[in-house]
């Protein structure tokens, strides 16, 4: 009966020892991106064509976001003047996600664009100031 024992043992030590570099890799892989956005997850905020733009156009106003864990709910937000003008839900999506979306002003002069990430908690933007003329 001890040698059963002994055997028993000697299997389920032997099985704890080899699961455990599997172990340490699932936990430094939950660790290597933040649950939360950072200064670093907003990469680009940038209006196509430049900061001149003329007041018949439509602006391209690009937002470039890195790092998001797949498994959280996240929100790219478009401001214009400190006014949402376009959202996108990019949860699930992990990785680097840009996209750009259309703005059509309505009379000349300074404008600032904001790109955000948002999640339930925290709100990381970025801005650039572009002129209709």
């Given at each position: 009966?001890?040698?059963?024992?002994?055997?028993?043992?000697?299997?389920s030590s032997h099985i704890?020892?080899?699961?455990?570099?599997?172990?340490?890799?699932?936990?430094?892989?939950?660790?290597?991106?933040?649950?939360?956005?950072?200064?670093?997850?907003?990469?680009?905020?940038?209006?196509?064509?430049?900061?001149?733009?003329?007041?018949?156009?439509?602006?391209?106003?690009?937002?470039?976001?890195?790092?998001?864990?797949?498994?959280?709910?996240?929100?790219?937000?478009?401001?214009?003047?400190?006014?949402?003008?376009?959202?996108?839900?990019?949860?699930?999506?992990?990785?680097?996600?840009?996209?750009?979306q259309k703005?059509?002003?309505?009379?000349?002069?300074?404008?600032?664009?904001?790109?955000?990430?948002?999640?339930?908690?925290?709100?990381?933007?970025?801005?650039?100031?572009?002129?209709?003329?």
């Open positions: 009966m001890f040698i059963i024992l002994r055997a028993n043992k000697f299997n704890m020892v080899k699961m455990l570099p599997l172990l340490f890799l699932v936990l430094l892989g939950c660790n290597i991106i933040p649950p939360e956005p950072s200064d670093y997850t907003v990469e680009e905020v940038s209006v196509i064509g430049g900061p001149d733009q003329n007041l018949q156009d439509s602006v391209g106003l690009l937002l470039v976001v890195r790092g998001l864990p797949p498994t959280n709910k996240w929100d790219m937000i478009w401001e214009v003047n400190g006014q949402v003008v376009f959202t996108e839900e990019v949860s699930g999506k992990a990785g680097r996600i840009s996209s750009i703005f059509k002003g309505s009379q000349p002069g300074e404008y600032i664009f904001k790109g955000c990430i948002l999640s339930k908690t925290m709100k990381v933007c970025d801005d650039v100031t572009f002129f209709l003329r």
